[in-house]
């Protein structure tokens, strides 16, 4: 098993940055690739931003992409998000996801992950 557990949500004007951090413990998270997914009222969870286990490959949503930057600390076990220039549209909850993978490879599809966090809201009035 592995347990997430994100942070860093809040309410934030529009234009404004939040940095979400997942912390990730039951496993070698070094074996994981990671992902961020976000969900609004009356939407399917959609992927946001992901990257492989090592690091070396990142993959964006065209929505977030030139705004938002995924990475990760493979020696404190977590991942993070940074997310500027936020717009109201950014209004979801978002949800960590760890997906066993050694390839080179970034999934966007919410059933191929593995395992969940239990999501942290970002607000961003319009």
């Known amino acids: 098993q592995v347990q997430l557990v994100e942070s860093g949500g809040g309410l934030v004007q529009a234009g404004g940055s939040l940095r979400l951090s997942c912390a990730a413990s039951?496993?070698?998270?070094?074996?994981?690739?990671m992902g961020w997914f976000r969900q609004a009222p009356g939407r399917e969870r959609e992927f946001v931003a992901g990257?492989?286990?090592?690091?070396?490959?990142?993959r964006y949503a065209d929505s977030v992409k030139g705004r938002f930057t995924i990475s990760r600390d493979n020696v404190k076990n977590t991942v993070y998000l940074q997310m500027n220039s936020l717009e109201p549209e950014d209004t979801a909850a978002y949800y960590c996801?760890?997906?066993?993978?050694?390839?080179?490879?970034?999934?966007?599809?919410?059933?191929?992950?593995?395992?969940w966090g239990q999501g942290t809201q970002v607000t961003v009035p319009s």
């Open positions: 996801a760890a997906e066993y993978n050694k390839l080179p490879i970034v999934h966007t599809i919410p059933n191929r992950m593995d395992y």
């Open positions: 039951g496993r070698t998270f070094s074996d994981y690739a």
């Open positions: 990257i492989t286990w090592s690091g070396g490959r990142t």
